[in-house]
């Protein structure tokens, strides 16, 4: 992670989905908002194996190679359903891990920019007129702590323009 006083570049940081940080929803217990996610695609499709296999790994990088083998997975019903999934793992993950909430909120007055090369689903690119992705993850931080003002983009690079 890099700081500097506008910016916070996070990529594999406390910031990311992949890191451990244990809360609990739905009455089950989950290791990283990763797994959260892949459980939520999995059940929202109905694949209860692939969900009750999620729920056995606390590594995120397993959680998403399973969710990727979801049955009858739908892009276009997923797209529609994911980024409330989303919030409701990072509200956990922030609430439940006071001193994850207290790392976000030192950095009120910074935007927020995910720095992976990788994500192309929910990075938003900071180079004037170019955009990719959905843009969704910026917002998501600001929306589970209803606190203004923080700001988040996604991806400081575009390799699309």
Not at 21 to 36: D, M, R, T, V
Request: proline content about 4%; some cysteine.
């Amino acid at each position: 992670m890099r700081v500097n006083k506008d910016y916070v570049f996070f990529w594999g940081s406390e910031f990311s989905n992949w890191f451990p940080s244990e809360f609990q929803l739905e009455g089950k217990k989950f290791y990283n908002a990763e797994q959260y996610f892949m459980y939520k695609k999995a059940k929202f499709f109905n694949d209860e194996e692939m969900a009750m296999a999620i729920l056995c790994t606390d590594d995120p990088k397993v959680a998403k190679k399973l969710g990727r083998k979801v049955k009858n997975f739908k892009d276009i019903a997923w797209s529609k359903v994911r980024k409330e999934y989303m919030k409701e793992a990072c509200r956990a993950k922030f609430t439940q891990n006071l001193d994850l909430k207290e790392k976000l909120l030192s950095h009120k007055t910074q935007t927020f920019v995910e720095a992976s090369p990788y994500d192309i689903i929910w990075l938003k690119d900071l180079s004037p007129g170019c955009y990719s992705g959905t843009g969704f993850l910026p917002c998501h931080f600001l929306l589970i702590l209803h606190i203004q003002p923080l700001n988040f983009f996604f991806r400081p690079w575009c390799t699309t323009c």
